[in-house]
Structure formats: C-alpha cells, structure tokens
C-alpha cells in the first residue's frame, strides 16, 4: 500500500471516531490528529487495530484503534464476554476478577471492564483498588471463577497500559481459548456492539480479608522457620518502584517473621508517572538505584524490587568487598530453585516425581541442578502460561516444586498460575536467612552454585524497532536469520538449530531433522555450539524488540576462580555478538 493510499484509509478510519458513539474527549483527541500536519501520530494511532493477541491487549495509552483506551479496551471485554457466555452457558452464573495495578488510567479501564462484564450479566469481583497480578491468579482459583483480567502493562514505559485475561485455572488464556477469544474480539465490528451499561448488583468489591488469605497460603511454602527466627533481624531494603507491591510485599514478609523491612519512601508513593525512574523496570539497573543508596545508607544486606504489577522480582547483594551487585534474572531463578531442591532434600521431601520448570531461553544451568538432583525438568516457551499449563498437566501426576525464567518471573507455589513478586521476595528473604545460618552471604551461594554445578554467563540484548516499519524490520531480521543460519558463535561450531516456528530440530553433527515436541509454534531461533554456548532469538510479544539471548559456559574449581571465569565470558559475548551481527 503506497504511503497516500495508507493516509486516506487512516484519516477514513479516524473521522469515524468523531461519531456520537465516543465520548468527547476522544472525539477532542482524534480531531487533534487529524488537522496535525505532522501525520504520523495520526498513522500510529490508526493504521492498524490495537490486537487482542494471545496475552490480552498491550499499547501506548491514547485515542485510535492502535491504542489502549475505554474503546479498545470494552472491544477485548466484550469479545471475552461473548465468549464466556458461549462455553460455559451451562452455568447458572459466570464470574470473573478484575484487578488493576498503577499506571495512569488503570482503575478506568478496570471499571470499563467491571461495567461491560456485569452488562452482560456476568458477575465481576472487582479488587478495591491496585493489588498484584498474581493475587488476580489466586482470587480466580479462591472463588471457582471462569475468568479473569487483570489491567496492567508489567515493566513498560509509563506510555503504555495492557490487559491480561485468564483463564478458570487461574493462568493466562492459552490454546483453544485464546485463539477463540481473539476470533470473538474480532468479530466486535463496531462500537454499537459494546455494551457499556453496568448492571451494579453484579459488581461486587472484594474486601482486605482475600489479601490475609492470600498471604497466610503463601507462609505455607516456608521450609526454613528456624532460620527465619534466627536471622528476623535481617536487614531488607524493598521498593515496589510506585506500583502494587507496597499493599502487599511488606506486609508479607512482616508476617513470614522478618523484623527489620526498610523502605524507599520516594518510591512508595503510587504514581502511574513513575517520577523517580526512566523505567519502571527491576531488570535494568537504574531503576534499583535509589533503594541501593537506601541500603548503603542504611547498612542493609539485601535489597529487593517488584515492578509496577508485582509479579517480578530484582534483587542486590553485598559483594565480598560489601558493595551492592545486581543479580539477573538467570542467578535470581539458580538462587531460588538450587535452595527449593538443596532444602526439600535436606529435610527428607524429595520422594521422587518432583519437578521444576523453565523457559527455553533461560538458563541450561538449571537442567544441570535438576539432573544431579533427580528432580525431572520441563522446558517452555517465554511466559509464565506456559508454565502454568505444564503444571495444570502435571497436576496431581507430580510434585511442583518451583519455576521461572530469566527476566526476573518466579513461582514458588502451585495455587497460583503466574509469576509472583509477593512469594518472590518471601522465598528470596527466606533463602538469605538460611545461607546465614550456613554461614554464607547470597553472593557466597551463588559462587558456589557455580562452583559445584557449573559457570555459566548471560546476556540479554534487545534492538528496539518502533512503529510500523519496526516490526516490517523485525520480521525481515527473522526471516534472514532463517535464511541463512548461523554457522558459528565466537568460532565454536553450531552443532543444534532449534526452529520453534517450524518445530524442527537440526542436528548438524548427526545430519538429521528431529521434530520439537511443544504445544504450538512460535517464533523463536535457537542455535548450540560444540563448546556450550546458546542463543536464541525472538521478536518480543509485548514490545517493539527483537530479543536475542546468549549464554557461555565454563568451569571453576573455586569461589577465586570466577572472576577469570567471568572475564573470559564477557569477551566471549562480545564474539558472540559480532558472530550474530548485532
């Protein structure tokens, strides 16, 4: 389509939002776009539908049907609606959660989805204001509901605000739901055919009591109580960086018996903004940086983030010199699974059957621990449905005992279907208690970690490719990558080309096909090479990036050795990024 044909199709597109059906502020909005003479704001916000994909909704708040507002975001409910009415028309009653976190007008489009639910005579249990994700996760599972969604765009930038819709067992929607939910979504042609008419005998507002439940379930995962006791007095330094973690993070770890929480006061306020940040994301370094000076201030041993929707987790630790290092996502998740099968086997409940999960792109060191363990391990595709859906499967067949992947998702219980920053921090303030009682310091258990089972380093990489000719470039990155593999990293041979797209495994070595046993396909390139080094790639489902991941492996006899260790590892990432091009 040549760019003027394109203009008249969106400027079509945009003077049909200044009918009567839309408010006026959004009628006031898109007017503005459209006498703008700059155009492309007018082309961003029109040239396409903002898409209900598998994971919900997620974009740049604003007017426009390629934006998050009360008209797209009504669009997704209605759609999700039609179809609860249709596959669970048997029951007397349907009901759904609706949770919120911070941003800018989340407690709007929560109401908007409350009112269209309840319009449709679904009843909607609607949180009092902004708690996190994963308690949406536990009220669909308390209550028995067929349904969920939960207003939230997790890490992004302040611009955007999303839309989660789950499932009855508490996890985000997957096959064949979510493919028939997009077609129901779809087939809403017009916004005539949203019912915005609240029915309010339907609407009911949970109370705090749902957030003492969720808590006193979640102090049921202790496995070192003594410790705890022994160590109350550690010193935490936790920010929930302006989002929901303040209403529960806190209190939790208050309740699992630790006496000495220290908060960043600045970041405790609720702020959709989020004033005191570039990005209100745990996995980048700034974003810690005023809870790190809190914690030098305040001599504190760990310090502990959750982002905007409390459902991941970043963590600091002392170094051996005392100064504070950020832990990745890859060391938080060995962190927590090497101590969730060290301590089940210390206290005699490993009994055989029990199971962890990672993704495909988080770290092979996990596989490492789970086999010398006897513990099985299940991988997946990036997001954390995906390891709900293997613990739905497994449910009952096997003992769950922990799952995450590396950017910074964990899930330490079973009654819960999405990653969890609330039981994140408790484990992590729980394993810092026992690696004092053995006398070592969370920097300490890592190194030894390696030490015992392997070194290994990681590196994400995101390229950000905006708008419409962004993702054209992604996709074009994709298909070259595919067209001419990649035969080499930082001079091993490729040996394994996984293609998740096409469900193929090559093997180099071998010179055979093998086919991938997964659920469904998705657009993931993956390559080993002979000395142990992976990458894999993807376009990211909820950002303008394509994705790559690369890890190094290498072994140390000693804690002394590492340093080196990770010298080598870092200059091998470098190779390996020239291999890729990137």
């Not at 760019?3 to 049909?16: C, F, H, I, P």
């Not at 839309?22 to 909005?29: A, K, L």
């Not at 995962?221 to 303040?246: C, F, M, N, Q, W």
């Not at 991941?312 to 950020?326: C, P, S, T, W």
Request: with cysteine; net charge negative; glycine share 8%.
């Amino acid at each position: 389509m040549t760019d003027d044909l394109l203009l008249q199709r969106v400027r079509a597109k945009a003077e049909s939002w200044l009918s009567p059906e839309y408010d006026e502020e959004t009628r006031s909005q898109v007017q503005t776009l459209l006498d703008s003479e700059n155009t492309n704001e007018l082309v961003e916000a029109f040239y396409k539908d903002l898409e209900f994909g598998t994971g919900g909704l997620r974009g740049i708040m604003g007017a426009g049907s390629n934006r998050m507002n009360r008209y797209t975001v009504g669009a997704a409910t209605q759609g999700l609606a039609n179809y609860l009415l249709k596959e669970f028309a048997c029951l007397p009653q349907i009901c759904v959660v609706v949770g919120h976190d911070c941003r800018n007008n989340s407690r709007l489009f929560a109401e908007t989805v409350a009112d269209i639910f309840s319009a449709n005579g679904i009843k909607t249990l609607l949180f009092p204001a902004l708690r996190p994700t994963p308690e949406v996760s536990y009220a669909i599972r308390r209550f028995k509901c067929q349904s969920g969604v939960m207003i939230t765009a997790s890490h992004n930038p302040k611009e955007y605000n999303g839309y989660k819709a789950y499932w009855n067992d508490g996890a985000q929607v997957i096959a064949p739901h979510d493919r028939n939910i997009i077609a129901e979504v779809n087939n809403i042609s017009s916004v005539k055919d949203i019912n915005f008419q609240k029915n309010p005998e339907l609407i009911s507002i949970l109370g705090e009591d749902l957030d003492n439940e969720y808590i006193n379930d979640l102090l049921k995962l202790t496995l070192s109580p003594e410790a705890i006791k022994r160590h109350k007095d550690l010193s935490i330094v936790y920010t929930p960086i302006h989002g929901t973690g303040g209403t529960l993070i806190p209190k939790a770890l208050s309740a699992l018996g630790f006496t000495n929480i220290i908060h960043v006061k600045e970041q405790d306020v609720i702020s959709g903004d989020f004033p005191t940040v570039v990005s209100p994301n745990p996995e980048e370094a700034s974003a810690l940086k005023m809870a790190i000076e809190r914690a030098i201030e305040t001599g504190a041993d760990i310090v502990l983030a959750s982002d905007p929707d409390a459902d991941r987790v970043g963590a600091a630790v002392r170094n051996d010199d005392g100064e504070f290092i950020l832990l990745n996502g890859n060391q938080t998740l060995l962190i927590c699974l090497y101590y969730l099968i060290t301590r089940r086997k210390e206290l005699g409940l490993l009994k055989g059957g029990e199971y962890v999960v990672k993704t495909i792109v988080s770290t092979e060191l996990v596989g490492t621990i789970a086999k010398r363990n006897h513990v099985k391990l299940y991988d997946c595709y990036t997001g954390f449905k995906w390891i709900a859906a293997i613990i739905r499967e497994k449910e009952g067949k096997e003992t769950y005992i922990g799952g995450g992947e590396e950017s910074y998702g964990f899930l330490a219980e079973d009654f819960v279907r999405d990653k969890d920053a609330v039981s994140g921090c408790m484990l992590f303030a729980e394993i810092a208690a026992w690696a004092a009682d053995r006398g070592q310091t969370l920097y300490n258990l890592i190194q030894d970690i390696y030490v015992e089972y392997g070194f290994s380093r990681e590196k994400g990489i995101s390229v950000v490719k905006h708008g419409k000719s962004g993702a054209e470039e992604i996709e074009a990155m994709m298909k070259n990558y595919r067209n001419f593999p990649i035969t080499e990293l930082a001079g091993s041979k490729v040996v394994v080309i996984n293609d998740f797209k096409k469900l193929t495994a090559l093997d180099i070595v071998e010179n055979e096909i093998l086919t991938l046993n997964m659920p469904t396909t998705s657009n993931v390139l993956q390559y080993f090479a002979e000395d142990g080094t992976k990458v894999s790639i993807r376009p990211s489902g909820t950002e303008p990036k394509i994705k790559f991941y690369i890890e190094v492996h290498s072994e140390v006899d000693s804690r002394e050795e590492i340093v080196a260790a990770r010298q080598a590892a870092e200059e091998k990432i470098d190779a390996v990024r020239k291999s890729l091009g990137i």
